[in-house]
């Protein structure tokens, strides 16, 4: 039988990645105790484009955290292509475009993204067209990120999030501060670049936004996660619903 | 579009890393140029201000360039959140830094070189020192302005966000205790200012007073130092990786 080499430079036996979560709690330690914000279970496979839908501090950035392994699941397991989050994103990146990442503002985009590219190993330099066609960065690379308008900036975000195209992609509030022709275009290019059997995961508050390109939409609210159905994304006052707090809520 | 692709990504990161710093630290360099111009006027015009404003140009615009130079450089990543995008990438993080460390460190002895040789020039014309003097003074500005730039780093990697007061803090204390114990040639005197600031060694290099410390000695005092306080910034950012893999 051959033997398969996980090395960081081998790409995966399966270039396809499925996220797998099995009863994960997710959440925050503090001063030792536990403070717990979703429960989940759930598995996505490659070339699925996933939308996480919930009210303001429900939980996504929280999972998108925990799925990236930059915070501990509290309990439960996630795996990537079969391993820890940590072990694949140390090995293959892992592309997440984190909610409120300031950019280096006397630096030029062109500057960040030949520094991102040699972080990466030389060779991620080639992805850099493909990155700037999929963020939709149509813009002078040479002026400083100071002179960009915030949608220019999240676009660049996006680019750099992008390099060297991972397997698995996490974009938290994507669409922020992009006018609704790039939105709509952002979205399209999301749906190619899922296509090539990588997987999105896109957290928002903006359903209408995400049923659009969505293969699978689940809701975190309440502490726990739902998988909806395209009916339930149709109908207003189920929504209403959804959305609605209870008492208690935060 | 400008190409970002082969053998022309590191030419184009060192061209781009002046530009950055350049943008970012364009009121220290206006500072600097209209000292020398105002030194050399006096100088010049015979008064006796000029020299002292030269000769303290020497010292104080490489110490405080590498200072403010190195300030925030992995720190305010980690408080604005960019730091997140090194860490999602397949490569150690210190990776990112250590490349712009080097870089820092590269444009910062070559801003330290050129005003070394400014100033060299302005000496020789004003007949402050010979030439040899004044290409050893050049010389040593470099470590004047790299040591501090190297204790900013360590305190920037561990997150400390004023890393710049402190390692400033951390120079004015080495050089108190180096200036006490330089007329001291004991070993207790040698080892306060290998670790506290290495006054000596920079005043070997300088040749400003009668040192009697070998050259090569020197250089090898300042790089240790420069490799302690590294050293003390990548274990920094060893630390934050490996919290980040515990998870």
Request: hydrophobic content about 50%; charged content about 15%.
């Amino acid at each position: 039988m051959p033997t398969v080499c996980v090395c960081r430079w081998c790409p995966l036996p399966d270039s396809r990645v499925d996220l797998v979560a099995r009863d994960i709690t997710t959440g925050y330690l503090k001063f030792r105790s536990e403070q717990v914000v979703t429960r989940a279970s759930f598995k996505v496979d490659a070339g699925t484009v996933v939308a996480l839908v919930g009210p303001n501090g429900s939980g996504k950035s929280t999972l998108l955290h925990t799925i990236a392994g930059l915070i501990p699941v509290l309990s439960g397991s996630v795996s990537i292509g079969g391993q820890p989050p940590t072990e694949y994103r140390l090995r293959h990146g892992i592309g997440y475009l984190a909610e409120g990442m300031t950019l280096p503002d006397a630096w030029s985009a062109r500057g960040m993204l030949t520094l991102t590219a040699l972080t990466c190993g030389g060779h991620a330099a080639a992805a850099i067209p493909a990155a700037l066609e999929i963020a939709g960065v149509d813009f002078d690379l040479t002026h400083p990120i100071r002179q960009l308008s915030k949608g220019m900036r999240q676009r660049l975000l996006l680019a750099l999030t992008l390099i060297p195209l991972p397997r698995l992609l996490l974009l938290d509030e994507p669409e922020a501060g992009l006018d609704p022709g790039q939105r709509v275009s952002l979205r399209q290019r999301i749906r190619t670049f899922a296509a090539e059997g990588r997987t999105v995961i896109v957290a928002s508050h903006d359903v209408s936004s995400l049923s659009t390109i969505a293969d699978q939409t689940y809701l975190i609210s309440r502490g726990a996660m739902h998988l909806l159905e395209p009916s339930d994304l149709s109908r207003p006052e189920r929504l209403m619903s959804l959305f609605a707090p209870t008492h208690g809520d935060s | 579009m400008t190409s970002l692709t082969g053998s022309n990504l590191w030419v184009t990161l060192v061209l781009e890393t002046g530009r950055f710093l350049l943008r970012r630290h364009i009121p220290l360099f206006v500072v600097m140029a209209m000292s020398a111009i105002l030194g050399a006027t006096l100088l010049f015009a015979g008064i006796e201000y000029g020299e002292s404003i030269v000769l303290g140009m020497a010292f104080y615009a490489p110490f405080i360039a590498g200072l403010v130079i190195m300030s925030g450089l992995v720190s305010d990543e980690r408080a604005s959140g960019f730091f997140l995008l090194w860490v999602q990438k397949p490569a150690w993080l210190s990776r990112s830094y250590a490349i712009r460390y080097a870089l820092y460190l590269l444009l910062l002895a070559l801003v330290a070189a050129t005003l070394g040789s400014a100033i060299g020039a302005l000496g020789v014309a004003g007949n402050l020192f010979t030439i040899t003097k004044a290409f050893r003074l050049g010389a040593g500005m470099i470590p004047l302005a790299l040591l501090p730039a190297a204790m900013v780093f360590a305190f920037s990697a561990w997150g400390v966000r004023r890393d710049a007061v402190f390692a400033f803090l951390t120079v004015v204390i080495g050089v108190s205790l180096a200036g006490i114990t330089s007329f001291e040639r004991s070993e207790a005197s040698g080892l306060i200012q290998f670790l506290a600031f290495p006054l000596d060694p920079v005043m070997a290099i300088i040749g400003a007073r009668s040192f009697p410390l070998d050259l090569t000695r020197a250089i090898a005092i300042i790089c240790a130092q420069l490799a302690g306080w590294s050293l003390i910034g990548f274990l920094g950012l060893g630390f934050s990786e490996r919290l980040l893999q515990r998870s």
